[in-house]
């Protein structure tokens, strides 16, 4: 039983910085790619950024320059750092990862709420 559990959203002003967390746990071999999505209401789920286990990170145009992905493979924990937020980063974030128990799948969290006011 694999859990990915998330923390660190809320209410924000725009400008403002938040940062999620989301720990991995479970009977877990390893971790590979650890990931945020966001979902915003109406729209469909779209990936925010991810990272290899080796460190290499992908952005979402949206999240170049203002968001920071990071990860520290002894915890199984990912990070999002989240800056100069903007009312249009409103939306559920989930965490994501590629994860080897006995076989290879994909995990989701329950997700973390974002509201960034104007």
């Known amino acids: 039983q694999v859990q990915l559990v998330e923390s660190g959203g809320g209410l924000v002003q725009a400008g403002g910085s938040l940062r999620l967390s989301c720990a991995a746990s479970?009977?877990?071999?390893?971790?590979?790619?650890m990931g945020w999505y966001r979902q915003a209401p109406g729209k469909q789920r779209e990936l925010v950024a991810d990272?290899?286990?080796?460190?290499?990170?992908n952005y979402a145009d949206s999240a170049k320059g203002r968001f920071t992905i990071s990860r520290d493979n002894a915890k199984n924990t990912v990070y999002l750092q989240m800056n100069s937020l903007k009312p249009e980063d409103t939306a559920v974030y989930y965490c994501?990862?590629?994860?080897?128990?006995?076989?290879?799948?994909?995990?989701w969290g329950q997700g973390t709420q974002v509201t960034v006011s104007s």
């Open positions: 994501m990862s590629t994860i080897t128990t006995i076989t290879r799948q994909v995990y």
């Open positions: 479970g009977s877990i071999f390893y971790v590979n790619v």
């Open positions: 990272i290899t286990r080796g460190g290499t990170t």
